[in-house]
């Protein structure tokens, strides 16, 4: 498709959900998956661009080496799974990233930190300090400390207020969907994917409505127009791609899209701690 794609981004978050990193019958880690994120990730820092990147899985993997059969309820049983899988998870980038000589630091935010300006600054600080010394920031919730009130609870919004926090040109949300389809691609086989979004307009969110969330993360449609909006406001265009080959992510730098991009769309008056008291509560 469209080949004045290619734009020259100088700054991108990449975000992956837990169910494109583990393997859908067992929960389990997908380390192949894992190991061709992280060489893309470093192919893409290797052409002068910074990377970050913003994982799921901590509650996955840590339920995984827990050995819990159900997807926890209580916040408290997903809190003690992100203590164990988010650690882990770390542990398995930290190793795979120094396989490409790459340092990683993690950085992990709860809404408190984003509405707060002290600590609002102190965070966008670290991240320009961190691409200041190459390092590539993976940066998830704090799960462990975030209850229901101050819960982002999806890494779709948190990634894109990453974006804006750290002035993003792009945004990608690699996701186990192809992009925003006209209709359910499930119920509809004439669904098709709509390729460039310049407006986030009604007939968009009408589009998003049917469009279908999957078992092991937690971000449907919805909250990849809320993400879309905070990011173009921001200032970044979008990129909703399939995670399942992540070599998607190199053909994105070539100007190859085949998800869905929402166009940037600056405004100058957009609040990030505003936006986050309206709009995610
Ligand atoms: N922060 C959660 C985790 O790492 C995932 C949230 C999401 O799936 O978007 O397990």
């Not at 630091?105 to 991240?127: E, H, W, Y």
């Not at 200041?132 to 609870?153: A, C, H, K």
Request: proline share 2%; aromatic share 4%.
């Amino acid at each position: 498709m469209d080949t004045e794609a290619n734009r020259n981004y100088k700054r991108v978050v990449v975000k992956i959900g837990s169910s494109s990193l583990t393997h859908e019958k067992t929960g389990s880690l997908n380390f192949n998956k894992m190991e061709h994120l992280v060489r893309a990730l470093c192919d893409v820092r290797n052409q002068g661009i910074d990377v970050c990147l913003v994982s799921s899985g901590a509650i996955a993997v840590g339920r995984d080496a827990i050995g819990l059969k159900e997807r926890p309820e209580h916040i408290s049983a997903k809190q003690a799974c992100a203590a164990v899988g988010q650690a882990k998870l770390m542990m398995t980038y930290q190793k795979l990233f120094g396989e490409y000589n790459q340092v990683a630091g993690q950085i992990l935010l709860t809404k408190n930190t984003m509405i707060n300006p002290v600590s609002r600054d102190n965070a966008k600080n670290t991240f320009e300090e961190l691409f200041r010394m190459g390092i590539l920031p993976v940066v998830n919730e704090n799960d462990t400390v975030s209850t229901y009130e101050m819960q982002f609870g999806d890494n779709d919004t948190l990634s894109a207020l990453v974006a804006s926090l750290i002035q993003a040109d792009l945004l990608i949300l690699l996701s186990d969907i192809d992009g925003l389809c006209t209709d359910d691609p499930h119920r509809n086989p004439d669904a098709v994917v709509i390729h460039e979004v310049e407006q986030i307009d009604e007939q968009i969110y009408e589009m998003a409505k049917d469009s279908t969330g999957s078992e092991v993360g937690t971000g449907g449609m919805a909250t990849k127009l809320t993400a879309a909006k905070i990011a173009t406001l921001s200032g970044a265009d979008m990129i909703i791609a399939n995670g399942k080959d992540v070599g998607v992510i190199q053909q994105i730098f070539e100007g190859n899209i085949t998800g869905t991009r929402f166009h940037a769309n600056a405004n100058p008056n957009f609040q990030l701690a505003n936006f986050i008291m309206e709009t995610i509560g």
